[in-house]
């Protein structure tokens, strides 16, 4: 049997590599890529017989087609048989563990919490869903630029008394949490291939980031709950703004890392990140 790693890529397919080195062929990798920024040296995954590239959509952050996106790559992983076991990871992760603590675990670990929460900005993360978002039309490289046009969107609805877009239309309970994940083939294949996938896919049209709330709600809500581990096991450093936020890592948050059971670790880039990634490297051959 082998484990498949999903990745969400727009750039930097050094790092790719780096990730795709790190495992052996017990992995296969399905990667897609945001086809309005196709890397000139994608061509270097290309020769790789486990792992397999793809750029079906545009993906504005923010917007639908990154759920898509990430639908599209599990169906595809799905597909083969060999895989029994499913990680979602971005292009900016890098591996944390020895590699046989990926390849043998039938748990499900997912990050989520119940909304309304204190944890989400915009009426505890409801504004996102109740409202019509503006990030499937508009892609800006300033991010809060962005969400200030968004969040003057959403006051000019709530000014206008548009009505609310149901929130438990099709779910029970509505869940969020972290985009990343780790799980089984069976609860996988039950979020792709629920008989309601279309209507929930549908229902998050205009919502901001729906890959936040998409898996935890199917899940939460089926009889798979007693199975998901309220942990998504991603190292992500929220607090430091080193770079951007999530903050780009660097060498001193290697003792952090390894302190816990983590599966992998976010964001890395060339500048800042290659001495931790040597670090970890070396830890775990």
């Known amino acids: ?13 050094h790092q790719l590599l ?25 061509h270097k995954l290309l020769g790789y017989k486990n792992v397999h590239v793809y750029t079906e959509y545009k993906v504005n952050w923010g917007s639908l087609n990154h759920l898509k996106a990430i639908l599209f790559l599990s169906e595809k992983a799905l597909k083969d048989l060999e895989n029994n076991y499913f990680h979602l990871i971005s292009g900016q992760d ?40 503006i ?17 003057w969107f ?6 206008c008394k548009i009505k609310r877009r149901s929130l438990n239309y099709d ?23 629920n008989p309601k996938s279309n209507i929930y896919l549908r229902r998050m049209r205009y919502c901001f980031c729906s890959e936040e709330i998409y898996f935890q709600s199917i899940l939460i809500n089926s009889h798979l709950q007693p199975t998901i581990q309220n942990n998504n096991l991603r190292y992500i450093d929220w607090q430091s703004n080193r770079g951007g936020i999530p903050s780009y890592l660097d060498s001193t948050d290697f003792d952090k890392i390894i302190s816990r059971d983590y599966l992998f670790a976010r964001k890395f880039n060339d500048e800042s990140s290659d001495k931790l990634k040597d670090l970890l490297i070396s830890k775990n051959k």
């Not at 089984?184 to 291939?193: D, I, M, Q």
């Open 1 to 13: 049997m082998k484990t498949a790693i999903l990745i969400t890529a727009y750039k930097n397919v």
């Open 94 to 133: 890098f591996p944390t563990k020895p590699i046989d603590f990926y390849t043998n675990n039938s748990q499900n670990f997912l990050q989520f919490e119940q909304l309304p929460t204190v944890s989400w900005n915009g009426n505890g993360g409801l504004d996102r869903y109740h409202y019509f978002n």
């Open 171 to 193: 779910f029970k309970i509505i869940y969020g949490g972290g985009t990343w994940w780790s799980l089984n083939r069976e609860a996988l294949e039950y979020v792709v291939f």
């Open 154 to 159: 959403i006051k000019l609805q709530k000014a």
């Open 18 to 42: 780096d990730i795709i080195n790190y495992f052996d062929d017990r992995f296969n990798f399905y990667i897609h890529f945001d086809k309005k920024n196709n890397p000139s040296d994608i």
């Open 135 to 151: 990030f499937d039309y508009i892609s800006l490289k300033n991010k809060n630029r962005l969400f200030k046009l968004n969040n």
